[in-house]
C-alpha cells in the first residue's frame, strides 16, 4: 500500500540555522509533491509544489528537492526564526487521470521547533 | 480574498448521534475537498467533488457518512450515527477546477468533533 513517512519525532533547530525535513515514499508514483505548514488549531497552509521533472523549487526562504529515484523529498528552511515553528506536512498527488480525482495523500507531518 | 469557512469549529456529541458540517470554499473555486485529521496524523480524503458532482469517495465509509453540494457552492458532510473513532478535526478544502495536482489546496481550519 501507498505509504509516506516523515521525521516522527520534534526537530529542533537553534535559531539562524538551516532546518531540514524529509519526506520519504514508497508504492507512489506522484506527479506533483507539495508542502504544507499547519499551526495548532488551524487548517493547513499550501507552502510549495514541486513537479516530477523538477529537482529543486525555491521561495524566499524555502527549498524543496524531488528525486523520484530515492522516492525522497528535502525541505529546507534557511536562516530559520522561531516564527517558523509548526509542524510541516508532505502531501503528494498523481498524475491526472481525467476522471478529475486529485485528492492528497498526506504523511503524518514534522514538528519543528526553532529555539532562539 | 476571503478564505474557505466552516461551522461549526466545535462539536461535542454522544456516540450513535448525528452530526453535521458545513463548508464555504473560496469563491469561483470548483473543486471542494472533505478530510479527516485524526490526532498525530496527517489529513486524509473523504470525498472530492468538481462542481456538484463526486468525482472521489473511495475512502468515505458510505454506511454513515454522507456528503452533498448543493448549486456547486456550499457543502455539508454529515455522520450518523457516529462512532468513537469519528473523533477528528473535519477540514475542507478548495481548489481551482481539478486539473491535477499542480493546484495548491486552500483548507479551512476545521471542525473538531469529539465523541464521547
Known amino acids: 500500500s501507498q505509504k509516506i513517512e516523515q521525521n516522527s519525532e520534534a526537530l529542533n533547530i537553534q535559531e539562524g540555522k538551516t532546518a531540514t525535513l524529509t519526506c520519504n515514499y514508497t508504492?507512489?508514483?506522484?506527479?506533483?509533491l507539495q508542502w504544507y505548514r499547519q499551526d495548532p488549531g488551524r487548517g493547513p497552509v499550501f507552502l510549495l509544489l514541486i513537479r516530477e521533472n523538477e529537482k529543486e523549487k525555491r521561495k524566499e526562504r524555502l527549498k524543496v528537492t524531488f528525486d523520484t529515484t530515492l522516492k525522497q523529498s528535502l525541505f529546507h528552511i534557511t536562516a530559520s526564526q522561531p516564527a517558523d515553528s509548526a509542524t510541516y506536512l508532505c502531501a503528494l498527488s498523481p498524475m491526472y487521470s481525467g476522471g478529475g480525482a486529485d485528492g492528497l495523500t498526506f504523511g503524518k507531518g514534522t514538528h519543528l521547533i526553532i529555539q532562539p | 480574498e476571503a478564505g474557505v469557512a466552516q461551522s461549526p469549529r466545535y462539536k461535542i456529541i454522544e456516540k450513535r448521534q448525528s452530526v453535521a458540517f458545513w463548508c464555504n470554499p473560496i469563491?469561483?473555486?470548483?473543486?471542494l475537498y472533505w478530510y479527516q485529521q485524526i490526532l498525530g496524523q496527517g489529513p486524509k480524503l473523504l470525498i472530492q467533488?468538481?462542481?456538484?458532482?463526486?468525482?472521489?469517495d473511495s475512502q468515505l465509509p458510505k454506511d454513515r457518512f454522507s456528503a452533498e453540494r448543493l448549486k456547486g457552492v456550499d457543502s455539508t458532510l454529515k455522520i450518523q450515527p457516529a462512532k468513537l473513532e469519528d473523533s477528528a478535526v473535519y477540514l475542507c478544502?478548495?481548489?481551482?477546477?481539478?486539473?491535477?495536482?499542480?493546484?495548491?489546496?486552500?483548507f479551512g481550519d476545521g471542525t473538531r468533533l469529539s465523541i464521547l
Open positions: 478544502a478548495s481548489s481551482l477546477a481539478g486539473t491535477g495536482g499542480w493546484q495548491p489546496q486552500h
Open positions: 467533488f468538481q462542481n456538484n458532482g463526486v468525482v472521489d
Open positions: 508504492n507512489y508514483s506522484p506527479a506533483y
Open positions: 469563491s469561483g473555486h470548483a473543486t
